[in-house]
């Protein structure tokens, strides 16, 4: 049974980098099954997509955070990361990752971590 548990600080300054990463264990990370994504809940709103990376390496950032967002892995580590740069209270948010079966949408993911809560305050 695959897991992802995501990592990283509970508050971030504004302006400051966050750094999050997505550890996946119990199955295959590098597969062309699948591809992996970021995914985040603002307090009062619903799911948005942030980003993913597929098994190439290639990345895909929703538009608004493109700019700011940059995904990587490592896949010795079955690790991938998120980093978003520039960080205001507006990026407060609940954060997922998650992965998703081949040639489907990003909101049609199989299995999600539990999510790690992110505030972005001084």
């Known amino acids: 049974q695959v897991q992802l548990q995501e990592s990283g600080p509970g508050l971030v300054k504004p302006s400051q980098t966050l750094t999050l990463t997505c550890t996946v264990s119990?199955?295959?990370?590098?597969?062309?099954?699948?591809?992996w994504i970021w995914i985040r809940q603002p307090p009062g709103k619903g799911l948005e997509w942030v980003g993913s990376?597929?098994?190439?390496?290639?990345?895909v950032y929703t538009p608004s955070l493109k700019s700011r967002t940059s995904i990587s892995r490592d896949t010795s580590k079955k690790q991938f990361t998120l980093q978003l740069s520039s960080v205001t209270p507006e990026d407060t948010a609940v954060y997922y990752c998650?992965?998703?079966?081949?040639?489907?949408?990003?909101?049609?993911?199989?299995?999600r971590g539990q999510g790690t809560q992110v505030t972005v305050s001084s």
């Open positions: 998650a992965r998703v079966p081949g040639g489907r949408n990003w909101d049609d993911y199989d299995r």
């Open positions: 119990g199955g295959s990370f590098a597969t062309n099954s699948y591809y």
């Open positions: 990376i597929a098994n190439s390496g290639n990345t």
